[in-house]
Structures are given as structure tokens and as C-alpha cells.
């Protein structure tokens, strides 16, 4: 069983950046790992992905440019930096892990793909 620990989230201006950490329990070297965000009232929705070897990345349109993922096998950990951050960024953010080698499917955003979540850390944008 994987235990995922998300840190980092906090309240920072329009403009500003974060970087969020998702901690894990065990290795990662073989899991594919994945950042969502759910908004109050809306769906849970994929931002992020990367591939277990980190070779390869995937991002959701609205954050292309302004996100990047990235991770740190040895030390079991994975980043997600945040900047020119907005406020439609608000949101609980998730990271998820799926034993996965290479490439990540096209349909990497999708929930049930995900064998374990972390249980979110909070971003607020906001002046």
C-alpha cells in the first residue's frame, strides 16, 4: 500500500508561484504519477503527469506553460511548480500514483487510472 502526502499549498497573490510536493511512503520508480485539483463545486480534474523515469511529461492546456512537474526517485518524491498563478487556480490539490512504466495512456486523466491519492493541499490565488 502506497501512502501519498501532498505539501506546499498555501495563499499566494495573483502572479506569484508555489511548489508542491507529493511525499511518498515507498519507491516510485516504477508508479506514473499524476496532479489534480478540484474546485469548490467542480469536477476533480487532471493538471499533470509524469512518467515513472520522468522522461515524460503531460500537462492540461490551462496550465501549459505556467506548471511544471518534475520528480526526485531517490528521494520518492514529486514537484509540481506553480507559477504566474491565477485565481482559477484555486483549488484542493491531489497527486496520485499508478504502476505504470513509460508512457503514460493519452487518457492520463482519468481518475480510476490512479491506484492511490494523497489527501490534497490547499492553493488559494488571491489578493
Known amino acids: 500500500q502506497l501512502q501519498l502526502v501532498e505539501s506546499g499549498g498555501g495563499l499566494v497573490q495573483p502572479g506569484g508561484s508555489l511548489r508542491l510536493s507529493c511525499a511518498a511512503s515507498?519507491?516510485?520508480?516504477?508508479?506514473?504519477i499524476g496532479w489534480f485539483r478540484q474546485a469548490p463545486g467542480k469536477e476533480r480534474e487532471g493538471v499533470s503527469c509524469i512518467s515513472n523515469s520522468g522522461g515524460i511529461t503531460n500537462y492540461a492546456d490551462s496550465v501549459k506553460g505556467r506548471f511544471t512537474i518534475s520528480r526526485d526517485n531517490a528521494k520518492n518524491t514529486v514537484y509540481l511548480q506553480m507559477n504566474s498563478l491565477e485565481p482559477e487556480d484555486t483549488a484542493v490539490y491531489y497527486c496520485a500514483a499508478v504502476r505504470w512504466q513509460g508512457a503514460p495512456p493519452m487518457n492520463w486523466a482519468r481518475l480510476r487510472w490512479y491506484e492511490y491519492w494523497g489527501e490534497g493541499t490547499q492553493v488559494t490565488v488571491s489578493s
Open positions: 515507498g519507491f516510485l520508480d516504477y508508479y506514473a
